[in-house]
């Protein structure tokens, strides 16, 4: 599902974000990557969609190469891919709605997008990626009424209504309170059992990675440097 093939990325100053990665991750797999920060976490979760271009090796994702993609066929790609951020990522002053809706971008002319002509099949299928996620009666409020968790729901719908077989969430709920924490890495667990999208989640917690992942990825100074199960992990501290 997504592979990478000795994967490097030197940032301009030199800093070295990641080093020499190799990596399979499969279909449905929930993997959890942890590692201290400045370990390399976000830079290696967001190489997969290019958010970060890394500067060797190659990523591939369904057999395709992201790496060397452009034009159509990226974009094509990383519509297969829904991206979750601490900070939410919402327009805020846009309804709850319209919000998900934007998961659909690209899939129409950009008028009727700027129009909001959202045909009903889109409006649908939005509303049901709100209610997955327990949060469709807050469809019509604006997306900076609502609270940290339930804004983060939105944001999990939003990658839904993408129909993306991939989300990547970079530090979910790092701005979240514990109770709110469960709540939406629940979602993010339910919505990959229930749909089997592939999910991959860089969280600083080792408590919490071995209590949602299948399989757990540390990594520290850009190298993996461990890949198991979190009874595994366990065994390890
Ligand atoms: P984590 O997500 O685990 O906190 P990052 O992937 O953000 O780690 O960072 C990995 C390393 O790369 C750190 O040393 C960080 O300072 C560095 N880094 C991240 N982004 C940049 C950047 N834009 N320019 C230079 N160095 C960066
Ligand atoms: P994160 O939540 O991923 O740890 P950071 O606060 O480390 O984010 O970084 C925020 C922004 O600063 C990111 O865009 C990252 O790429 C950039 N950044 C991080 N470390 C460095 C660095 N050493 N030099 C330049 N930019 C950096």
Sequence with gaps: MIEFKHVSKTYPNGTQGLRKVNLTIEKGEFVVIVGLSGAGKSTLLRSINRLNEITEGEILIKGQSITRARGKQLLHMRRDIGMIF??????????????????????????????????????????????????????????????????????????????????????????????????????????????????????????????????????RSGEVVFDGTADQASDET
């Design 86 to 219: 601490q900070n939410f990522n919402l327009v805020k002053r846009s309804s709850v709605l319209k919000n998900v809706l934007s998961g659909r971008v690209g899939y129409h002319s950009t008028l009727r997008t700027v129009l909001g002509l959202w045909p009903k099949k889109d409006v649908a299928l939005a509303m049901s990626a709100l209610d997955r996620v327990n949060i469709q009666e807050k469809a019509y409020s604006r997306a900076d009424e609502l609270s940290g968790g339930q804004q983060q729901r939105v944001s999990i719908a939003r990658a839904l209504a993408q129909e993306a077989t991939i989300i990547l969430a970079d530090e979910p709920v790092a701005s979240l309170d514990p109770v709110t924490t469960i709540q939406v890495l629940d979602d993010l667990q339910r919505v990959n059992k229930e749909l089997g999208i592939t999910t991959i989640v860089n969280l600083h917690s080792v408590d919490l990675a071995k209590k949602y992942a299948t399989r757990l990825i540390g990594i």
